[in-house]
């Protein structure tokens, strides 16, 4: 296990990350930064002099080490798969009680399902409570419509149709909500560092 090597790295950035296989389901939806097919975001905390992250992931809220999270997107070629961002200098001052708020909801269930309840969270949507929080109830990034639909066809998939049907639910399509790879293009965060080759990243190399 290794930690990313990000010399900048502070509490309250965001890390982007993309978890398995190129084309999952929620990768095929939304596309994020620069193109970047990212399914994943936590945030950084310090705790006992170290720093970690903080994420929302199957089975609950939880803190992982930056080693875990960063050994948790390797592609096949042995290379994390990452996107590192830093909310712009207005909102900074939001961090401190983001991160105490968050610290707050460790254990809270994770959601497969998406349905923006306090009961349970999914990995954007902790972020969007985090900050949301901190600023007095005023969302600080917005909410954004669920897309099920493959970004490349427009079809909803039909997986997701079986997720839903799993609890006898349709997919909750273009209902309100937020997704890892459309937060990574707001503007209020500046993406400053990227690490292994993320799908779908176009850089100012290529």
């Not at 975001?41 to 903080?54: E, H, K, N, R, T």
């Not at 939880?62 to 997107?73: F, G, N, P």
């Not at 600080?140 to 998939?157: E, H, K, W």
């Amino acid at each position: 296990m290794s930690r990313p090597s990000v010399p900048q790295l502070a509490p309250g950035d965001l890390i982007f990350a993309a978890l398995g296989a190129e084309d999952n389901l929620i990768s095929a939806v939304v596309e994020g930064h620069r193109g970047a097919r990212v399914n994943h975001v936590g945030i950084v905390v310090a705790q006992d002099g170290a720093l970690s992250v903080l994420e929302a992931i199957d089975p609950a809220v939880r803190v992982t080490s930056l080693a875990e999270y960063s050994d948790r997107s390797l592609c096949s070629e042995a290379r994390p798969r990452l996107m590192f961002a830093r909310l712009r200098a207005p909102y900074r001052p939001l961090i401190p009680a983001a991160l105490t708020f968050g610290l707050s909801r460790l254990g809270v269930p994770y959601d497969p399902y998406y349905t923006s309840s306090p009961e349970a969270l999914y990995c954007s949507e902790l972020i969007l409570e985090m900050f949301r929080h901190a600023n007095n109830g005023v969302a600080v990034f917005p909410n954004t419509p669920l897309s099920f639909r493959d970004v490349q066809s427009g079809a909803l998939l039909e997986d997701w149709v079986a997720h839903y049907a799993e609890i006898g639910r349709e997919v909750p399509e273009g209902a309100a909500g937020s997704h890892p790879a459309g937060l990574s293009r707001d503007a209020r965060l500046e993406i400053y560092h990227v690490e292994g080759r993320v799908p779908g990243y176009a850089s100012d190399e290529r």
